[in-house]
């Protein structure tokens, strides 16, 4: 596709995104502490409600009904702790008929982790040499000030929009989606939506899901000194870690090709492995939790088979599992798998507007590894994809940074991809 010339409308609303102001919002918003089920996560909320009541934006904010979601059909699950989750939609409404788009963004962050590994505390923002660094820069605060900054600057030019555009700013993306789900659950929907995930200056139309899984392998106690009388959980566990590493290499045998740029596309990785309680103990018990990835399509409940089977199926070929044998369960989030549909045109669109917004290339397409609430928005119908800024492999880490330069680039992208799917009054 050749370039495209900027109508008036579209260059009068690049001309208003201010780098000025997307580096004070992006250091104030990572300045609140906004992990997962924190009562800082509702405060950032809060702080963005403001912001969006300012931009004249038909703004809503509530406080979602956690156990009615929790009953709710396909409900995705959450690991963090927590008493509340606010919801947040501010809405530009068009003077036409056109499209509605939405611009969506999760204000969660992990944890920090050890603290002695960051260079400074990791929720006093630094700015040095045009790179910001602290939690959540990159996943993904600056996704939501590049979201802030499209919708100020197209209300700040005075251009007026046919169809609609709406900022969804959720909670919980990290342990499951409770935001998202809630927020689409409320009737918050749109005919195309833009996550701005990190995804590098990358079009992420597919996303991987994965599942949280909980082994428990039985032993039998005795004093150390006569552990030949026991069973340790230890060694039973080990015929059930090498058929999981020959499932995770079956999965991986034949990625689906927006995937196949990576090692690994479906990880199967455990993450913690707890057995004994005293050191001169044969444990009785060994629990190993980790993350089963979903491939592009499958359903999870097909997943969560597979691994149960392979996990039963080395149970019956050892002569203690045979009758001792380990038990599955599914505790956590369940990120099932989602996808832009094939030749939809929102791709194309976000494409183009990179190109004419920066001068340069239009970026290439690829899958993600990972789950987002790409594949909620996508299982409820909205065509959805992810382009976003920094390197998601400092992401939830004490490396995490981002560059402002490319949060500027994201929101000009993002002006001109909502003017051309909504449409202009001129």
Known sequence: MPDSVLTTSEAAALAAVDPAAIAADLLAFLAVPSVTGSAAESEMQHLLAGRLDRLGLVTDLWSMDLAALRDSPGFPGTEAPRDEAWGLVGTAEGAGDGPRMILQGHVDVVPPGDRAQWDGDPFVPR????????????????????????????????????????????????????????????????????????????????????????????????????????????????????????????????????LAEYPLPYALSVGVLRAGDWASSVPDLLVAEGRLGVRLGEDPAAARAAFETCVAEACGRDPWLRGHPAVVTWPGGVFASGRLPSGHPLGGVVAQAHADATGGPRPRERGAPYGSDLRLYAGAGIPTLQFGLGDVRVAHSPREHVRLAEVVEVARTLVLAVLRTVGTVD
């Open 127 to 258: 700015l040095d040499g045009g790179i910001v660094r602290g939690r959540g820069a990159c996943d993904m605060k600056a996704g939501v000030v590049a979201n802030l900054a499209a919708l100020t600057a197209i209300r700040t030019s005075g251009v007026r929009l046919r169809g609609g555009v709406a900022a969804h700013f959720v909670v919980g993306e990290e342990d499951g989606g409770i935001g998202a789900f809630g927020t689409l659950r409320r009737g918050h929907t749109g005919d195309a939506c833009v996550i701005t995930e990190p995804t590098g200056g990358t079009l992420l139309t597919a996303n991987a899901g994965s599942l949280t899984f909980r082994i428990e392998v039985p032993g039998r106690a005795t004093h150390a000194s006569t552990r030949d009388a026991g069973v340790s959980a230890i060694g039973a566990y080990a015929p059930i870690a090498a058929a999981l590493n020959d499932l995770e290499a079956e999965r991986n045998a034949d990625p689906d090709p927006l």
